[in-house]
């Protein structure tokens, strides 16, 4: 079966997956190494048709030779960009879009494909956009201290003079993009379908950096702490 969206029934479709060791967050930008045979055969099929695909955290096991335990929500990746190398392999480049949630996954012939459906936020109580964009701002500025910080003490990490969206909904999973949090950190957010879920894992994130932040500046001589 080639790579590609097919509708089923209330929404459903079939898509090629990619599960990986990391996870991509809606509007996030990957690179990605193709060079497995059944992830080359998979690339090839998607340029001839949609050029999107799902992609899901492996959460036990290697993203080589297949055998690996995946998680079920993940994110519809959009190819931007593939560039083939002599060898065969390709270096190729996917934006994040919508998340999605797996279904059923299928045999993985050639490659892993799975019937998804799209994972929107549902919000059980009515949404305070103002109390919401408030805590978003707050995490922002503490977000962009934190970076700051940490590249100062020697950290590799994302610039503290970022952008990103005014709307706490989609702003999230930029700060979950940016900020120097592990992939199960990341995982969490990802499943979280309420903004105030979503803030408040943020914000813990942020306190156990900030924590780690202020042993390093009172004379701790560790690492950085940051989690690639």
């Known amino acids: 079966m080639g790579a590609g969206s097919l509708s089923t029934r209330e929404g459903r479709r079939t898509e090629a997956v990619f599960p990986l060791g990391t996870v991509l967050l809606p509007t996030a930008f990957l690179p990605l190494h193709v060079f497995e045979p059944r992830y080359r055969t998979m690339l090839a099929d998607l340029l001839e048709g949609s050029r999107r695909f799902g992609v899901v955290l492996i959460e036990r096991g290697s993203e080589v030779g297949g055998g690996e335990v995946r998680t079920e929500v993940g994110t519809m990746a959009r190819i931007v960009e593939a560039r083939p190398a002599t060898d065969g392999r390709w270096s190729v480049a996917v934006v994040g879009m919508q998340r999605i949630r797996v ?34 701002g707050d995490l922002v500025a503490r977000q962009r201290r934190v970076l700051a910080q940490l590249s100062e003490l020697g950290g590799s990490v994302a610039a503290s003079t970022f952008e990103c969206s005014d709307d706490p909904a989609l702003g999230t999973f930029q700060l979950a993009t940016l900020g120097p949090f592990g992939p199960f950190d990341r995982q969490r957010l990802l499943m979280a379908t309420r903004v105030a879920d979503r803030l408040g894992l943020i914000d813990g994130y942020l306190g156990d950096l900030e924590a780690v932040v202020a042993h390093r500046l009172e004379g701790d001589g560790g690492g950085a702490g940051a989690q690639g």
Do not use: C, K, Q
């Open 103 to 136: 279904v059923r996954w299928l045999p993985d012939d050639p490659y892993p494909m799975a019937v998804v459906e799209d994972l929107p936020d549902v919000e059980d109580t009515p949404r305070d956009a103002s109390v919401e964009i408030a805590r978003f």
